[in-house]
């Protein structure tokens, strides 16, 4: 490595990148199956810890690479378990990314973005611009962190069980970061969670929805938060580039090649006056008629100076009974962790450059190629 080379850091690469790293330096591919485990399973960072590697290779690990994951600044616990750590990344920017433990279960919501450039207006990261996408090593080091800091806790999943990708950022407008994330996360030397356990979120960027159908099978998510395509395009700017009428086919496409049973989480944040009314409802129903689907309807969870409101929880539970009565299968999410901010839409981060706002919607087409 030459004086200003920057180290590779291997905490992102996927198992064929680490095989061509080692294969690249005269070694055996199946180190890279050792420093996985040393990695992932065990979180060791300090390559010196890695007993079944030889000396010489671990000396050539520290000239020329490093296991690296950001760097927790803050982290706060909520009373209901949840927690939430800010993180700060090389250039400053930060973070967040919050454990939600649930009977038998632990969820991890990850960021894949600092900022969004969507621009719902219902989101708090919204307000705060698109900043730059996440590399694989900080989507993953996400996970790193969380697991090396859940300790037991009585009656409580310490552990993650299940990741969303639901935190800060489109991660679809992130996808191959994004792509090389999940399948880290997926494959056994590393985390081993199941295609069922690891679900992305996104805003509906129809073309890599396509995409990612063909890449990996993980489950997907979809903000849809109206019936129609004159509400949407109010809440989720992104709908006028891909209409309600090109979304549902896309969520259509993504389920069908599936030899498993699968079906598309559709959320819905349930802001008052806005979206609940019983019209609303019934016009879901008539939308979803045709589609696999299950219906998330998220409390909205309000943050500073906007002009949204939950929903009340009778309208909310009017609402839900309209769905299951249409025939789909609808639950309203807990909400999670509002003591320490924690919960959807309310992760804000800190976003050192705010004047690349302006490049929304041109970042948006550079996500897709
Ligand atoms: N960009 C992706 C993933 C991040 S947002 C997406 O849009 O799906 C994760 C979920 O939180 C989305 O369904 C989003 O619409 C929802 N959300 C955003 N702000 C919210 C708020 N203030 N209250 C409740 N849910 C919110």
């Known amino acids: 490595m030459t004086a200003d080379a920057k180290p590779v ?6 198992r064929q990148e680490l095989e061509a790293f080692f294969t690249a330096r005269g070694e055996a591919g199946f180190r890279a199956r050792q420093l996985m485990k040393w990695v992932h399973h065990h979180g060791l960072s300090d390559f010196e810890l890695m007993t079944d590697l030889s000396r010489n290779l671990r000396a ?3 000239a020329e690479s490093e296991v690296r994951a950001p760097e927790v600044i803050m982290e706060q616990r909520s009373n209901d378990g949840t927690r939430k750590w800010l993180l700060r990344l090389d250039d400053g920017n930060c973070i ?25 207006t219902f989101c708090s990261t919204a307000r705060q611009g698109f900043n730059r996408n ?31 990708l639901m935190g800060m950022g489109e991660p679809l407008l992130n996808y191959d970061a994004v792509v090389s994330a999940m399948s880290l996360m997926m494959d056994d030397l590393a985390y081993g969670l199941g295609k069922r356990r690891v679900t992305l979120s996104t805003s509906g960027v129809v073309p890599a929805m396509d995409r990612l159908k063909d890449t990996l099978d993980v489950s997907l998510a979809v903000s849809l938060h109206a019936p129609n395509n004159a509400l949407r395009d109010q809440l989720v700017p992104l709908n006028r580039k891909y209409p309600i ?7 259509k496409r993504f389920v069908e090649g599936r030899t498993r049973k699968q079906s598309v989480t559709f959320e819905y944040v349930m802001l008052k006056g806005v979206n609940d009314q019983p019209e609303h409802a019934r016009e879901l129903v008539r939308l979803l008629r045709n589609v696999p689907a299950k219906v998330n309807l ?32 609808t639950i309203t999410r807990k909400t999670r962790g509002d003591d320490i901010d924690a919960a959807c ?3 804000a981060g800190k976003v050192a450059d705010r004047s690349r706002r302006a490049l929304r919607f041109s970042r948006m087409e ?4």
Do not use: Y
């Open 298 to 329: 998220i409390p909205f969870n309000p943050f500073p100076q906007t002009r949204f409101e939950r929903s009340d929880p009778a309208t909310m539970d009017r609402f839900r009974e309209l769905l299951i009565v249409g025939g789909l299968h």
């Open 9 to 14: 850091n291997l905490l992102g690469l996927a």
């Open 134 to 164: 996440l590399t694989p090593a900080e989507i993953v080091g996400q996970l790193w962190i969380a697991k090396s800091r859940l300790q037991p806790e009585p009656g409580r999943s310490r552990t993650v069980t299940n990741v969303v």
């Open 245 to 251: 009428e090109q979304l549902l086919p896309a969520c």
């Open 345 to 347: 839409g309310q992760l």
């Open 60 to 62: 050539l690990l520290a």
């Open 366 to 369: 550079e996500g897709l190629q």
């Open 96 to 120: 967040e990314t919050v454990f939600i433990p649930d009977d038998g279960r632990g969820t991890l919501c990850v960021s894949s973005q600092v900022g969004c450039a969507l621009d719902c």
